[in-house]
């Protein structure tokens, strides 16, 4: 079981930017870089979607909604992801949940989230 936590939530103005980081502690004998790490987000009274996804060899996915804004990376000698947002949107407020897991869809580890609110 991966470990997670989450650091970079916060209030911005419509327009701003923020850079969310997650960082993983792995068991001995495991590694970072074999995981797919995710982002999710759930706003109140919505369902709970993937917004980014990111593998080691680079491949990316992102939710159309945020596809030019965001953007997903990692660090793997550090064993942390990051999703720096830009352009941010009142319609981006909610929990964000890093992930890992061998898929994106099915993630076998969850941070415990970190609120963003977009307002003005």
């Known amino acids: 079981q991966v470990q997670l936590v989450e650091s970079g939530g916060g209030l911005v103005q419509p327009g701003g930017s923020l850079k969310l980081s997650c960082v993983a502690s792995?068991?001995?004998?495991?590694?970072?870089?074999?995981?797919?790490v995710g982002w999710y987000r759930q706003a109140p009274g919505k369902q709970r979607e993937l917004v980014a996804a990111?593998?080691?060899?680079?491949?990316?996915t992102y939710a159309d909604s945020v596809k030019g804004r965001f953007t997903i990376s990692r660090d793997n000698a550090k064993n942390t992801g990051y999703l720096q947002m830009n352009s941010l949107k009142p319609e981006d407020t909610a929990v964000y949940y890093c992930?890992?897991?061998?898929?994106?869809?099915?993630?076998?580890?969850w941070g415990q989230g970190t609120q963003v609110t977009v307002s003005a």
């Open positions: 992930t890992v897991g061998l898929s994106a869809v099915r993630p076998n580890s």
């Open positions: 792995v068991a001995s004998g495991s590694s970072f870089s074999r995981y797919v």
């Open positions: 990111g593998t080691s060899g680079g491949s990316t």
